[in-house]
């Protein structure tokens, strides 16, 4: 079955600090991943995605097939930082376009 | 800017009531999306649309219905609300296909209380 596991709920850091959120996934084709982002009072938005390989605010994500992981790295964590993020991956299976979401990690960085 | 809008930031209904939350979307997408969210179980999709008058169950579909008349907007509703169905509701759309095209736009999301 299809899955996306985000093991930790919460993670603090100290600013400054590296930061990696963990996401693992089960999916038997060619897994299309991404990263979304929900600030505070603010709605979710897509953060990077493994096919375009960028760097968006400092973060980095790479598609580790080997393991079936796709974590998320930044080498300094800043306050702004703080967010609930989100892992997903692609159920593509035609147009439809699903999206199965982990259950999220909360990044705390404090100051 | 694709845009998203949820019609109420905030709703509060009773028991029983028959509940509506409308999305719309200003991006011609074929494909739209409802969730929620809950604090521990990330987001839920309780329907999608992938075409006008097109519906799909997702993974908690029970006690919701859509319904999807025009491309641009994609409605939630609950037919008889329950305070199990409190929650933070998200809509979402992308275009059809693959690649770029699978990435999702959220609305700010509806946050439903059923007392």
């Known amino acids: 079955a299809q899955r996306v596991t985000q093991p930790e709920k919460l993670l603090s850091v100290f600013k400054g600090a590296p930061v990696e959120l963990k996401c693992n996934y089960s999916?038997?084709?060619?897994?299309?991943l991404f990263w979304y982002v929900q600030y505070s009072r603010q709605r979710l938005q897509l953060l990077l995605r493994?096919?375009s390989r960028e760097s968006i605010k400092g973060f980095t994500a790479d598609l580790n097939k080997g393991e079936t992981s796709f974590h998320l790295k930044k080498p300094f964590a800043q306050e702004e930082d703080s967010a609930m993020y989100y892992c997903?991956?692609?159920?593509?299976?035609?147009?439809?376009?699903?999206?199965?979401f982990g259950k999220g990690t909360k990044l705390s960085v404090k100051p | 800017d694709v845009k998203v809008t949820q019609s109420s930031r905030y709703l509060v209904k009773r028991t029983g009531e028959k509940v509506f939350l409308e999305c719309v979307q200003d991006?011609?997408?074929?494909?739209m999306f409802w969730y929620r969210q809950d604090p521990g179980l990330g987001l839920r999709l309780i329907y999608f649309?992938?075409?006008?008058?097109?519906?799909e169950k997702g993974d908690i579909p029970e006690g919701y219905s859509v319904s999807r008349e025009k491309k641009e907007r994609f409605s939630l509703i609950l037919e008889s609300a329950s305070t199990n169905q409190t929650s933070m509701y998200l809509c979402?759309?992308?275009?059809?296909?693959?690649?770029?095209?699978?990435?999702?736009?959220f609305g700010a999301g509806t946050r439903l209380s059923v007392l």
């Open positions: 979402a759309s992308s275009l059809a296909g693959g690649g770029a095209k699978n990435i999702q736009y």
């Open positions: 999916y038997s084709g060619s897994p299309e």
């Open positions: 493994h096919i």
């Open positions: 997903a991956l692609s159920n593509y299976g035609g147009s439809q376009g699903n999206l199965i």
């Open positions: 991006m011609d997408h074929e494909n």
């Open positions: 649309s992938y075409d006008v008058k097109m519906k």
